[in-house]
């Protein structure tokens, strides 16, 4: 899903109020920095108008309320910021936001329809490699300055920008394609997760980025293995994964680049998925994966792994290799 995202610092109208309009995407997202400093002890309200429908409930936490597509949270300045994902039309309106006793924010929410923001990408990487992605951005936005931003857990961190550069993280620009490329070396675990980039804009009050969204998938590659199995005939396949008994466990094939993984979908139960049958035991860590009939297309490169976290993989490269049943029968 690529995002617009909106990076908006606030004018000041009266001493309770701050009043501002901004403009989102459908299908994308939208950042808002209120310039207001985050209260720890104050409840935070947000509710769209002039229905007043709530959306966040007076709610009080050290730095991050979520409440489905919608997030305050504090950033590294300790300023209040809104986040909005995947915008519709029927999110345009008013909202006012109360961060602190009789204090608020006033904001106009517009969207609009542009191919910008309709999809996301998807980026796998093993460990210790580079992994690389590119951003396209609008003719208007050549000479505006790029930033990069990751989504943490509680918080969504500055990775690069023109006062920001953090090891290991690269950015060019090809303004001729229009493109921002970014590149991470010898990535880590930590490494995975939602980045989000685009052009940051300054005009007078406020910065606005278009951006779009990358899920950088961290791969382990922990073994390599051969297995032999003759065509019409059956075949047993056991993945070990014992530091991970309870994780969920897959098999997929490499040259379609493991677009389509099959995994039980239940654990410690037999389950056909396609032309296979697989077995995820969470006792021993082992996924096993049956093939009832063996095809000379079942032949190939394949990925058996297991989901350590969200953004974080460990697999064991497997070999099938296929021999004609017949032939074999007459040797």
Same mark, same amino acid.
Request: hydrophobic residues 35%; proline residues 4%.
């Given at each position: 899903m690529k995002i617009l995202l909106i990076f908006f610092t606030f004018s000041l109208i009266s001493g309770a109020v701050r009043c501002v309009?901004?403009?989102?995407y459908s299908g994308g997202s939208l950042l808002v920095d209120s310039g207001k400093t985050w209260s720890t002890y104050s409840t935070k309200y947000?509710?769209?108008?002039? +229905?007043?429908?709530t959306i966040i409930n /007076? $709610?009080? %936490?050290? $730095?991050?309320?979520? +409440?489905?597509r919608f997030t305050l949270f504090k950033n590294n300045d300790r300023k209040l910021m809104i986040y909005i994902r995947e915008l519709n039309q029927h999110d345009a309106g008013r909202y006012q936001i109360w961060y602190h006793s009789n204090l608020y924010i006033d904001m106009t929410l517009n969207v609009k329809e542009d191919s910008c923001c309709k999809e996301s990408k998807r980026v796998m990487v093993n460990i210790g490699e580079t992994a690389t992605f590119s951003c396209e951005y609008s003719?208007?936005?050549?000479?505006?300055?790029?930033?990069i931003f990751k989504e943490g857990k509680d918080s969504i961190e500055t990775i690069y920008s023109t006062s920001k550069k953090k090891e290991r993280f690269s950015v060019s620009d090809d303004r001729h394609n229009k493109l921002i490329t970014v590149r991470i070396t010898a990535v880590t675990p930590d490494d995975g997760g939602v980045y989000?980039?685009?052009?940051?804009?300054?005009? %007078?009050? /406020?910065?606005?980025?278009?951006?779009?969204?990358?899920?950088?998938?961290?791969? !382990? $590659?922990?073994?390599v293995s051969r297995v032999t199995g003759h065509?019409?005939?059956?075949?047993?396949?056991?993945?070990? %994964?014992?530091?991970? $008994? &309870?994780?969920?466990? *897959?098999?997929?094939?490499?040259?379609d680049g493991c677009s389509e993984r099959k995994n039980p979908g239940v654990q410690d139960e037999w389950m056909e998925n396609g032309d296979v049958s697989l077995y995820d035991d969470t006792r021993a860590g082992?996924?096993?994966?049956?093939?009832?009939?063996?095809? !000379?297309?079942? !032949?190939?490169? *394949?990925?058996?792994?297991?989901?350590?976290? %969200? *953004? &974080? +993989?460990?697999? &064991?490269?497997?070999?099938?290799?296929?021999?004609?049943?017949?032939?074999?029968?007459?040797?």
């Open positions: 309009s901004v403009t989102g947000m509710a769209k108008l002039p +229905e007043w429908r /007076y $709610k009080k %936490h050290d $730095k991050w309320i979520n +409440e489905g003719q208007n936005h050549i000479n505006d300055p790029k930033i989000l980039c685009g052009v940051w804009i300054n005009r %007078h009050s /406020y910065s606005y980025s278009i951006i779009n969204t990358f899920h950088l998938h961290i791969m !382990a $590659k922990v073994g065509s019409g005939g059956r075949l047993l396949i056991k993945c070990e %994964h014992p530091q991970h $008994k &309870t994780k969920p466990k *897959y098999i997929c094939k490499e040259p082992v996924l096993m994966v049956f093939f009832r009939e063996l095809k !000379a297309g079942d !032949a190939g490169t *394949y990925r058996c792994g297991v989901n350590v976290s %969200h *953004y &974080t +993989e460990s697999f &064991t490269e497997l070999q099938l290799d296929i021999r004609d049943g017949l032939q074999m029968q007459r040797l």
